[in-house]
Each structure stands twice: as C-alpha cells, then as structure tokens.
T-cell receptor, first 113, second 108 residues
Framework: SAVISQKPSRDICQRGTSLTIQCQVDSQVTMMFWYRQQPGQSLTLIATANQGSEATYESGFVIDKFPISRPNLTFSTLTVSNMSPEDSSIYLC??????????FGPGTRLTVT | AQRVTQPEKLLSVFKGAPVELKCNYSYSGSPELFWYVQYSRQRLQLLLRHISRESIKGFTADLNKGETSFHLKKPFAQEEDSAMYYCALKAGANNLFFGTGTRLTVIP
C-alpha cells in the first residue's frame, strides 16, 4: 500500500495568482498522477509525472498552466498558474503500486475568487 | 474513445435491501474495470476490480462484455455503505477514466 499526503489541504486564492500543491508518498513509486475534480464532476487526469522525465499531459491541459515537478521517486508538485475561478477544484495526487492498485491522496481543495 | 457512464447520480435504498449501482463503459480494447469508493471525509480508495472476481464488504461486480457493463451489487445494504461510488476504466498503461459517480444513501 501507499500513504500519500498533500499540502495544502485547502486554499483560497485570488485570480491571477499561482498555487503550488505538494504530494509526498511514503514509498518510492515510478508513476505519479495528478487529477482534477471540478464541482459536481468526475475525476479527470491532468498529467502523468515520471521521475527524470517531463510530465505527459492529457488533452486539454498544458504545461504552462499546470507545470509539474518530479524531483525524486517520492515527491511531486503541481502548480496551478494564473488562476481563474474555473480552476476551483479538488486536485488529487495518485500513485500506482504494483500492477494495478491506484492510491489517492486526500486532495487539495482550491477556491479561486 | 473510452467512456464510463454511471447513469444515477443519487441512489437511496433502505437498510437490508439489495443495491445495484450501474456502470456502463465504452472502450475498443480489452477493458480493465474498477470500483472506487469515497466515504465521508475519507480519501478515494479501491473497492474492487473485475480481474480479482472477489467480494469486498459484501459487494460484487461482474464484467459483462456483451452489455459493456460492470454493475456493483450487494444483496443487503448496510448504513456504513453510504458513500460516493466511482466506476473506473483502465485504458493504456495506467490511465484511469472515471465515471461521474453515484452517491449511495442507505436509509436506516
């Protein structure tokens, strides 16, 4: 199993600013994922972050808006840049252990005013 | 393109009654399907996956490729089953595509 922590747990930010979300895992993992869950919506994959290489972004998400760092096998950050109210969401970090089981962090609830 | 559909946003059943949460999928490859659950104030966690064909907390789910369905069932609902349930499809290396979720409420 994996224990995932995220910081901050929630934040209220002004439009035009940026927020960096941290994700820490208690074991080394190859693949980490960042998801977004907008109000009343399902989880949507933003990007896959592998250590030592650039993140792979899903359609509709770009690096300039959501830069990701993956400096080692237990840590990653997601930055939400130049925020607008539409970025208000829960952002979740996730990892895969073994062949299939995907573990999720507690999420970061972001409100942009 | 892959898609996961959970037609019911809300589902309420009485304690002891059977419950079925519906999930339909669309995927051109060989599907790998999961049910995730999120209890109040807890993080999202895996409930079961179709490959293991196991029963977890009394829940089972059978993959029906003919009907492209993966419905979650439990014969006797308990109050502690009240939660948000997400059906998910694994497509590609490790991408999980989630349905919109069904909020199950078990009425005492």
């Amino acid at each position: 199993s994996a224990v995932i922590s995220q910081k901050p747990s929630r934040d209220i930010c002004q439009r035009g600013t940026s927020l960096t979300i941290q994700c820490q895992v208690d074991s080394q993992v190859t693949m980490m994922f960042w998801y977004r869950q907008q109000p009343g919506q399902s989880l949507t994959l933003i990007a896959t972050a592998n250590q030592g290489s650039e993140a792979t972004y899903e359609s509709g998400f770009v690096i300039d808006k959501f830069p990701i760092s993956r400096p080692n096998l237990t840590f990653s950050t997601l930055t939400v840049s130049n925020m607008s109210p539409e970025d208000s969401s829960i952002y979740l970090c996730s990892v895969v252990i073994g062949n299939y089981e995907q573990y999720f962090g507690p999420g970061t609830r972001l409100t942009v005013t | 393109a892959q898609r996961v559909t959970q037609p019911e946003k809300l589902l309420s059943v009485f304690k002891g009654a059977p419950v079925e949460l519906k999930c339909n999928y669309s995927y051109s490859g060989s599907p790998e399907l999961f049910w995730y659950v999120q209890y109040s104030r807890q993080r999202l966690q895996l409930l079961l996956r179709h490959i293991s064909r196991e029963s977890i907390k009394g829940f089972t789910a059978d993959l029906n490729k003919g009907e492209t369905s993966f419905h979650l069932k439990k014969p006797f609902a308990q109050e502690e089953d009240s939660a948000m349930y997400y059906c998910a499809l694994k497509a590609g290396a490790n991408n999980l595509f989630f349905g919109t979720g069904t909020r199950l409420t078990v009425i005492p």
